[in-house]
Each structure stands twice: as C-alpha cells, then as structure tokens.
C-alpha cells in the first residue's frame, strides 16, 4: 500500500519558519514528481510548490522567495522550507505525488493527509 506521511506542521508566528516533511512509502517503481498544496478554510486547493526527479521546480507567486522546495530521491521525501510565513499562509498542507508503482503502469496521483499550518498575526 502507497503511503505519503507528512510532518512538520504547527503554530508560528508571522514572520517565522517552519520545515514540512513528506515521505512516501510502499511499492514505487517511479515517483516522476512530488509537490505541496494547501487549502485555507473557504478557498479551493492551492499548489504551493512543485519539484520533479529531476530538480526542476516551480512556486506560487505568492510563495516565491520565501518557500523552497527539495527532495531526497533516495528516501522519497520531499522538503518544504517556509521562511517569512504570513498569516495568509494559513492552511492545511497537502504532499502529492505522481507516482508509477510498476513498470507500464500509468502514472497516477497520491496525496497525503495533510498537516495544518498556522501563522499567526
């Protein structure tokens, strides 16, 4: 069973940091990228970043400058460094992946189960 497990969420205040871990776990024969999104209360699911096998990533503008994204392909995990966080950073973070589990197969998406993130004023 594919598994992706988040860590790192919790309290801070506005301009601190905070570091969101993800690790996916299971039979994987391919993982062709992995990111983060996030959803405040009353507002759609947001990408926030975004990296593949490769290192090519990409960023909410409203992130970009302050949140960085990393991987370590050989623990399947993936980093989310937050630095200057804002209030409206506020959310549940979500790990995803697009993930081949055998050769052939399609690629499919997983998610996680998310971790909250609160900033406050």
């Known amino acids: 069973q594919v598994r992706l497990v988040e860590s790192g969420g919790g309290l801070v205040q506005a301009g601190g940091s905070l570091r969101l871990s993800c690790q996916a776990s299971g039979s994987i024969f391919s993982i062709v990228s992995m990111g983060w999104y996030r959803q405040a209360p009353g507002k759609q699911r947001e990408l926030v970043a975004g990296i593949t096998t490769g290192g090519t990533t990409n960023y909410a503008d409203s992130v970009k400058g302050r949140f960085t994204i990393s991987r370590d392909n050989a623990k399947n995990t993936v980093y989310l460094q937050m630095n200057s966080l804002k209030p409206e950073d506020t959310a549940v973070y979500y790990c995803?992946?697009?993930?081949?589990?055998?050769?052939?197969?399609?690629?499919?998406?997983?998610w996680g189960q998310g971790t909250q993130v609160t900033v406050s004023s």
């Open positions: 995803n992946g697009a993930l081949v589990l055998r050769f052939g197969d399609r690629l499919t998406a997983y």
